[in-house]
C-alpha cells in the first residue's frame, strides 16, 4: 500500500505530515520528467467551447479515445460519469471547464516527453476531424464569457465553484477559462527538494512571462500579454502565489513548506467511498479539532495537499506551474527549460544564485506589470528580458551537460530552441497572437480560433 492510498485511513498528527515528502525522495538516477498539458476545445466553425455531454462532446471524446487507442474510462463514484481516461501511467482528466488535459507517463529526457505530446495530438486528430473541433493551445479561454461553458460533473468542482469565489474575484475564471503546461521532477532529499522548490518560485514570474500566453477575452484583445496571469493574481492568496514564507529562509525546510499548507482552507474529504464537504476550515484546525466526529487522515493530507496551488507545488513531485498553455512547437520548450535548471547541478547552482539576488516584495510590485507587458516588463530597476536571457542561458547550458540525444541525434536543446528565437526578438507567444492587433480589438471568430489553434 502507498502512503497517499485512498485507503490510508491512519489517523494522523503534525509530527506525521513530512512522510508525504521523505517517502517520495529518489536517488538521482532514477530521477524523471513528467509533462502536463491542457487546452480548450471548440467547435471549429462556430467557436462553441467543448461540453461534457452531445455528439461532439467530451463523452464521445473518451469514448472514441477508448476505442480507438486503449485507453481505460474512470469515475469517481461506481457507476458514476466518466471524468478520466488512464494508459499505463498516463492519463486524460478534465478541468472544470472541460479543459482536456494529458498528464504524461514519467520519462528520461524531454525528447521522449515532447513526443508524448504529439502522440496525443495525433491520436486527437481524427476524432477532431470527425467531430469538427479545434484544440487551443493559449492560456485563457479566447472566446466564451462564464455563463457559455460547461461544469464537469466532478464532486470537488462542485465544492470548488462555491468557496473559491469567496476568497478571490477570479475564482471561476481560473476553474474554467485557464490553462497551462506544466512539468513535474523529482528530488533526492529535503534540502534537493526545497532548493528546487524555491529556485521555481522565485523564478515564476519570469518564466511566467516568457512563456505568456493569453491575451485575448472574450473575442476582444486583453490588455494583458497574460490573462492567464491576471486571474491567478486574483486568486485565493492562502492557496496560491510564491508562498512567501520560503523566501527569506536560509535553508527552507519540508516542515515550511508544510505550515503554509495547513493554513489554507480545504474542500472535502472522502469516508467509506462518500464526500464529506468541510469546506474552509484548515488543515491546522481540521488536524487539531477534527469535523463532524471525524479525525484528519494521511489520505486527507494528500488530498489537501494536491488542492494547494502556489507557482511551483510541492508534492510527490515537484510541479513547475508558472507557464501559459501553448502551441505544440513550443510545449517542449517548457519541460526543457525546467529540466535544464533543475537536473543539472552547475545551472541548479547559478540558478540558486539568481533567485537569491531576487527581493520578495519587488517580485510581488513587478508581478501586475509582467502580467500585461511580458518581457517589456521590469522586475524594480532589472529588465525582464536581462532575467530572462539568464534563466534561458542557464538551462540551455545544463542540457548540453545532460548530453541526452534524441532520435535526430541532437540534445535537448533543439526542444529549447523556438522558445530561445522569441527571446531573441525580445518576444513571448503573446506577441505573435497579437501582430496587428490593438487592445480592446474585436477579433472575428474565425480568426481568433486560426491564430489560437495549437
Known sequence: MTPDAPEDDRAITRDDLDELFVTSEKPNAEFRIGGEMEKFGVDRVTGAPLPYEGNNGIRRIFEELTSRYGWHPESETEGGPVIALRRGLASITLEPGAQLELSGAPYEDVHEVDAEIRAHFDELAGISATLGLAWLGVGFQPLSPQSELPWVPKHRYGVMKRYL????ARGLDMMRRTATVQANFDYSSEEDAMRKLVVLLKLSPIIHAMTANSPFIEGKVSPNKSERG??????????SGLVPPLWKKKRPRYSDYVEWALDAGMFLFRRG???VHNTGQTFRSFLADGFDGHRATFADWVLHVNTLFPEARLKRTIEARACDCLPVRLVGSVPALFTGLLYDGQSLDAAT??????DLDVMQRARPELVAAGLSAAVGSVPALKLAERIYELAAAG?????????????ERVLLAPLGALLERGECPADGLLAGLAVEQPVPRAELIRRCAV
Open 165 to 168: 469565489p469567496t476568497r478571490g
Open 353 to 358: 544564485e539568481l533567485a537569491a539576488s531576487i
Open 399 to 411: 542540457l548540453a551537460r545532460r548530453a541526452r540525444l534524441g532520435a535526430a541525434g541532437k540534445d
Open 230 to 239: 491576471a486571474v491567478w493574481l486574483e486568486m485565493d492568496p492562502s492557496r
Open 273 to 275: 467511498g462518500e464526500f
